[in-house]
């Protein structure tokens, strides 16, 4: 990336919301700088990375995020309840997953783009075993792939969760059956490890009514 940011992660972690502030002082949100994410070398204190290896890659048995140099932006602002997108500074291009150079006009100039965090649901699977022990005591378990609204291009996975109250839910909350392709979402953020905050995806109280096609086509109605 051809600039830095600040690294030192936000001692408060909200649990849901778009927020606005950026990680750096740019406006853009800017990635870090190498040093800050550098598997060869230490993590730099306050990072999301160093959070990570703090805990040693696992929290109760579950594999944590493990950030590179381009994605450590994304969770940072995940620890502050926002779901931004890496974008191209000069063609604009919205990408995901983060990654250096743009894949349209090839700049590697880019900034984090705030989204409102709601989407559709584009196909899901339920979880089964065999699996890792900690991940086969909580299945069976649905697990969705989500279309933003601001780009249906843009597609995240996570769990579910019935409520935007609940980000702590159980993955097993959302019976399988009430989940259909195109159904309204809203990303929440659930802190997993002390410093480390994971997007899932709850339910909207529209979803029920609603005739979505698996496209993203723009805002949802209020979540409950």
Known sequence: MTSSADTTAPG??????????????????????????????????GSVTAAVHAAGGMADGLLLPWPDVDGEPFWQYALRGELRVQACADCGLRRFPPRPCCPHCHSFDSRWQPTSGRGRIWSVVVAHPPLLPAYAERAPYPVAV???????????????????????APWNAVAPGRLRIGAAVQVVFQTVAPGVA?????????????????????????PS
């Open 198 to 222: 994971v997007p899932r995806w709850a339910l909207c109280a529209s979803q029920g009514n609603s005739q979505g096609t698996g496209q993203g086509t723009g805002q949802t109605g209020n």
């Open 12 to 45: 408060a972690t909200p649990r849901t919301g778009t927020g606005s502030a950026p990680i750096s002082g740019s406006g853009h949100g800017t990635a870090p700088s190498a040093a800050a994410t550098d598997p060869a070398g230490p993590a730099v204190p």
């Open 146 to 168: 989500v279309e933003l609204d601001e780009d249906p291009r843009i597609r995240m996975a996570g769990t579910l969760t019935p409520s935007v109250r609940r980000p702590d």
